[in-house]
């Protein structure tokens, strides 16, 4: 039962996250497209690891972190006005190329697909 409330905590505050992180004002997070990867909080709901990346690739992720980092008492208050959990944990946040690194991924499969050899009957 614990794991279920965890889990669903912390499916709220990736939620809450994602539309705070809209209305922030620092131009090194609203520049960049930053997508909340993973989401992750303690048992005890002390902190909240949050895994940040960016189509930009990891340079602009980790300038977004640095954004985030400095607005992280304000974050964190915004989250305490939103959800109803008694306390609000520490935030993290921490840079990831996910993003890219599945676009990459992506294009070598798109690549593999137009390099394949088509048989007679346009199958491959």
């Known amino acids: 039962m614990a794991n279920h409330k965890l889990s669903r905590t912390t499916e709220d505050i990736k939620r809450e996250l994602t539309a705070i992180f809209r209305e922030l004002?620092?131009?090194?997070?609203?520049?960049?497209?930053?997508?909340?990867?993973?989401?992750?909080?303690?048992?005890?709901?002390?902190?909240?690891?949050?895994?940040?990346s960016a189509i930009e690739g990891m340079d602009r992720a980790n300038e977004a972190v640095k954004g985030l980092k400095n607005a992280a008492g304000f974050i964190r208050s915004e989250l305490a006005k939103r959800l109803s959990i008694r306390h609000v944990p520490a935030l993290i946040f921490k840079a990831t190329d996910?993003?890219?690194?599945?676009?990459?991924?992506?294009?070598?499969?798109?690549?593999l697909e137009k390099k394949r050899p088509q048989n007679e009957d346009g199958e491959a």
Do not use: H, M, W
């Open 25 to 52: 004002k620092d131009p090194r997070v609203q520049g960049a497209f930053v997508s909340i990867i993973r989401v992750e909080v303690t048992n005890d709901l002390s902190y909240c690891t949050v895994y940040i």
């Open 98 to 111: 996910s993003i890219e690194y599945s676009a990459s991924i992506s294009k070598i499969l798109n690549d």
